[in-house]
Every structure is written in C-alpha cells, then in structure tokens.
C-alpha cells in the first residue's frame, strides 16, 4: 500500500563502540566491520541478518554533525528506533503521498565499510517521514543499493543461531491512539489493538506498544520519558544452541516460557529476548 516492504533495521545509540562490539560478540552474534558515515561524526557495526539486522550506533568525533546521537546518549544509552525498509524510495515516496503522508524526497547516503577488501562504500536512499506518521518511533525508511556489500554469507552465521528480528517493544502514554496513524501505514489488518497494547505486523517483524506500566515489568524504563523504547526479540534457530552460546560466554540470562531473555545492562539498554 505504501511501499514500505518491513523492518530494515534497528537502531541501538551506544556510548562506547568498541565496547558495544564485545558485548554483542559475547552474546554470540558476528559483527560485520565498522562504518563510518561519510560527513557526520557517527560509526556504526553491524549484526546482519537475511532480510534485516542491527545497528550498534556511536560516536567518534563529537565536534561533527551526530544527527542528535549525543543528546539521546545523554540519558543513556538503548534502542534509538527501527528503519523500515522498501524496494524503490522514489516510488515508495509516491505511494506514501497518495495516503496523505508527507514524505521527503529521497536522500542519498554512502558510508565507509572497512573491510577486509579495504575501504568499501555500500550506498543507501533514505525517505524520511513526518513525526506523526509513525508516533511512538523515530524512524525512516530505506532502499539499499548496493545490498551485496553489507548483507555477505559469512557475517549472516551467528554462534547463538539468531536468524532475524522479531519484534520491538515502545513504552507510550496511549498505545491505542497511535492505531490510525499505524493502519494508514500498513493497513487495517496489520494492526490489532487489545487491553491497551497495539501490535503493528510490518512484514517479518512487529512493533508492539505498551503503557509505561506494562513496560516496566519488561525491563527499567530509560531515564528519559516516553515514548522510549525498551525491548527487542531476535528469533533464533535452536534455543538449545541460544543457551550454549550465552553459557559458553558466561553470560547470565533467564529461562522463560518462550525463550531466554538478558539484561538490558548485558545489551545497551535494552531489554533482549531470543525467542524461537
């Protein structure tokens, strides 16, 4: 209806990279090599997987342009957001304006990989989308152009067996107000509103949003108001392989129902499940 294909990535603000780096590693994920972004002071790594990934996102030269990291940093560090994705920007931009959305013109962005090849330059088109288009979350959508220099087979093998995200978890003053503005994005069927919680399927993935209440039982809420996010699920292949992967780095978790969950103090702030 718009366009918009599903989650692209999510977007972790973190303090230190290097240290972000070891951290996800010791979780059992594989990290593709650092980005830096052409122009701007952030850098990122990556966790690929087959049609989505996570984005470890810090800083390394404060006296450039941060795109407001430093200021979300400032009350610690977490879950920035969630990129969606989508095939052709220029026509997603298009389908986005015959709903009423007011999206920006595609822009065109390159970053520096620093790979084994040396320095690589994958290239990417960011549309970028009205505030009350996606209440609840920070986000934009992207088109990869250049997708065989990031997503390559050997950075998508995780120790831990993840294959993909999941779901993410908001805290808002009102989940269910937010419904609307979900629904004219991916329509009517894609959005379900129950006991002030709202589920958004996007694709793969779904955003839920819950009250600061419902929230709280998940994981301590940021220092820095609502709406925040607060957690993130990864689908794994074998919880058996999860659980080996976390105790052979003696990383502490807990048992659930459903899966295994860590500490936001063990993931940058968030609240991390790996769910089969």
């Known amino acids: 209806m718009t366009g918009i294909t599903g989650i692209d990535h999510a977007l972790i603000g973190v303090e230190d990279l290097e240290q972000a780096r070891a951290a996800w590693r010791r979780l059992g994920f594989t990290l593709s090599p650092r980005g830096r972004h052409i122009g701007w002071g952030t850098a990122n790594y990556c966790i690929m997987f087959a049609s989505d990934y996570i984005e470890l996102l810090g800083i390394l030269d404060a006296s450039q342009f941060t795109n407001n990291l430093d200021r979300f940093l400032e009350k610690g560090e977490g879950l920035l957001g969630a990129a969606f994705s989508c095939d052709d920007a220029a026509a997603t931009v298009e389908a986005l304006r015959a709903q009423g959305i007011a999206a920006e013109d595609p822009k065109d962005l390159k970053r520096i990989l620093e790979s084994d090849a040396g320095e690589e330059l994958p290239r990417f088109q960011l549309v970028h989308l009205p505030r009350e288009a996606t209440p609840g979350v920070a986000t934009f959508v992207v088109s990869h152009l250049t997708p065989e220099i990031v997503w390559r087979p050997e950075w998508l093998q995780h120790a831990n067996g993840a294959k993909g ?22 329509g009517e069927d894609a959005v379900a509103g129950e006991n002030l919680r709202l589920t958004v399927k996007t694709g793969a993935a779904r955003l839920v949003f819950t009250t600061p209440e419902e929230a709280a039982e998940i994981a301590p809420l940021p220092g820095r108001g609502v709406p925040c996010g607060v957690a993130m699920a990864v689908r794994v292949a074998d919880l058996r392989r999860t659980r080996k992967a976390l105790e052979d780095n003696s990383v502490d978790f807990e048992e659930e129902e459903d899966g295994l969950r860590i500490a936001p103090e063990q993931a940058n702030g968030l609240a991390l499940r790996f769910l089969t």
Do not use: G, K, M, T
Not at 168 to 182: E, H, Q, R, T
């Open 165 to 186: 995200i999941e779901s993410f978890s908001f805290a808002v003053d009102d989940p269910l107000s937010l419904l609307p503005a979900y629904a004219r994005l991916f």
